[in-house]
């Protein structure tokens, strides 16, 4: 089901690429899917993504980057199932809890994976996944707003599907006492487009890109 050419260029342990890939997967639609090397990018990618970075989509002919936007584009080509919510409070509060995710947590978690500063980092990514399991607690239901799975959902699934890396490197008590945010966690790693935007090797990919 899809009335468009979609390629999704990726890189294999992405956090921000697997936003998109869930979001597709929940809309069910077809696209074709291409890893680069990061540390060779090829040319054709550097004329179509003008930050260097993973993902872009591919629409047809035109080159969409950055995650959040290409996730937005989805809802609005491919309404069904609906992943934003109707009322533009709850809508902005999940785009507000989206860039909590790239703002807050994303940094420090992507620095203690390659182990920099762990000390300081562990501390920051700590304190930002206190604030979101608080948040959990104001809104009942499986998901982050409520019981429907959506795009902000898809934002925060890639840090648990990485959950098992961060253990194996030596982080793994940051969700101790944090139990919403725990429960939240295995709610979306049972979630079915979470499962199958997962790449294949994820643990093993981003254990050795820690390794450099
Ligand atoms: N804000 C961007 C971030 C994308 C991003 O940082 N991608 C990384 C890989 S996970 C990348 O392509 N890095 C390559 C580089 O910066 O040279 C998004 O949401 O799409």
């Known amino acids: 089901m899809s009335d ?21 997967e929940e809309k069910g639609v077809d696209y074709d899917l291409s890893f680069i090397d990061l540390d060779d990018k090829p040319e054709w990618f550097l004329e179509i993504s003008p ?23 989805l809802e609005e080509l491919y309404p069904e199932p609906a992943m934003f919510p109707q009322d533009p409070v709850s809508r ?29 980092n562990r ?19 499986r ?3 409520g ?9 925060y699934a890639p840090l648990f599907t990485r959950w098992e890396a961060m253990t194996k490197l030596g982080h793994g008590d940051l969700l101790d006492g944090l139990d919403e ?11 079915p487009s979470v499962q199958a935007a997962r790449y294949d090797d994820l643990t093993e990919a981003v254990l050795a890109y820690s390794e450099g």
């Open 4 to 24: 468009h050419d979609l390629h999704l260029i990726s890189f294999e342990s992405c956090p921000y690429v697997e936003r998109s890939r869930i979001v597709l």
């Open 51 to 73: 930050r260097g970075k993973v993902p872009v989509l591919e629409v047809d002919d035109t080159p969409i980057f950055e995650s959040s936007v290409i996730n937005e584009m």
């Open 92 to 120: 902005a509060e999940a785009r507000a809890w989206i860039v909590y995710n790239s703002d807050v947590l994303m940094g420090p978690a992507y620095l203690l994976m390659i182990d920099k500063n762990a000390d300081e």
């Open 123 to 141: 501390e920051s990514l700590r304190s930002g996944l206190e604030r979101v399991d608080q948040e959990l607690g104001e809104h009942p239901g």
């Open 143 to 145: 998901y982050f707003l």
């Open 147 to 155: 019981d429907d799975f959506g795009l902000v959902d898809a934002v």
């Open 181 to 191: 945010l725990r429960d939240y966690g295995h709610a979306l790693l049972e979630r």
